[in-house]
């Protein structure tokens, strides 16, 4: 869960559920949210605009350069805490406080840490069905609503976060329309072809209905997208920058295959996890124990067979050593071919040049 929230209100002012560690897309989707206001009766109510700093907790993905050039592009500046100092955004540590208390103690199997199984006496204590995600986010929103529209704080003077913000004389600077949604996406700066395939991008294409008809004209274009969302983009014009619409991908696999591709991956990590396990164990090198001063004795008993097969079997997996140049003759060079010639030898310099040995038939000598 990602959320911003506003130190001066106390309100919870954007939020990013995912069901898994959170990157870079989870902090744009909650920082579009958090600065946009076309949903005044959303669960954030009226509270948004542009901020005037933000501060965040040294996190690597909102220190990536994602997170920076969205914010640059607003004109934001960004403030990067000390690492392990909690009292300098106490604010934020309130509210996950607060939300644990309020709200996540009271769902089913709560586990107060991250787990990927209930424990065996947190299943016999507590054998409710879990929530779906789906219903979990329901509740989560439902909880930050009430947060900033019923929940009074006496920091706050027992107002509530939204009666705060509306009685706060502060002007609020809203974004452009359209650009908010061009600087939370992405962009690798090249241009590419409108094609009668769609547009290429990382190998692969994606297409839309809007394309037709764009094709034949052979129009430059640029891909905008979120981090990971590979499924979708959105493609605007290179020279105007106009936003064209989105491309889905082409060909895309079933959700059988998908499947398939998973068990097939997971397989494969768990094969490789079980080699890696032999091969650390066969490379620990253990000594014996001694009792007086004396060189430590190696423990590993190998036959001389067996190096041989560890290592011929090491060398089938190297590549060069398997690799045959002269397995293929090569064919005859044609007869327009015109080889180059050797390089000759460098002349010396007269200078350079020594007198010639003397011999019997000459005279001068």
Known sequence: MTWFIDCAHDAVTGVAITPHTPSRDAILAALRTAIARDEPDGPYGPIGGLPALVRIDRGKDFLSRTVASALGAFAVPVHDLPAYTPHLKGTVENLNRCAERMLFASLPRYTHA??????????????????????????????????????????????????????????IEDPKPGQLWAFTLEDDGRARTLTTSGVYWRGRYYVGDWMQGLADDGIKVRVRYLPHHAHEVEIVDSVTGTHLGAAQLSDAAT??????????????????????????????????????????????????????????????????????????????????????????????????????????????R
């Open 114 to 171: 991250p787990t990927a199984s209930l424990r065996r006496r947190d299943r016999a204590k507590d054998d409710t069905a879990p929530l779906t995600f789906t219903a979990f986010v329901q509740l989560l929103l439902d909880w930050v609503h009430w947060w900033n529209t019923e929940h009074t704080s006496p920091a706050l003077a027992g107002r509530t976060p939204v009666q705060a913000w509306l009685e706060d004389p502060t002007p």
């Open 255 to 364: 959700d059988e295959q998908r499947a398939a591709v998973r068990r097939t991956r997971s397989a494969e990590q768990r094969r490789l996890k079980k080699a890696l396990a032999a091969a650390e164990r066969l490379r620990t090198e253990r000594f014996a124990a001694v009792t007086t001063a004396r060189t430590p004795e190696p423990l590993q008993a190998l036959t001389a067979a067996e190096a041989a097969e560890e290592l011929a079997t090491a060398d089938g997996r190297d590549l060069r050593a398997l690799a045959l140049p002269g397995l293929i003759p090569h064919a005859p060079l044609p007869d327009g071919w015109v080889l180059p010639q050797p390089a000759a030898a460098p002349r010396r310099k007269p200078s350079d040049r020594r007198p010639a040995p003397p011999t019997e038939t000459d005279p001068t």
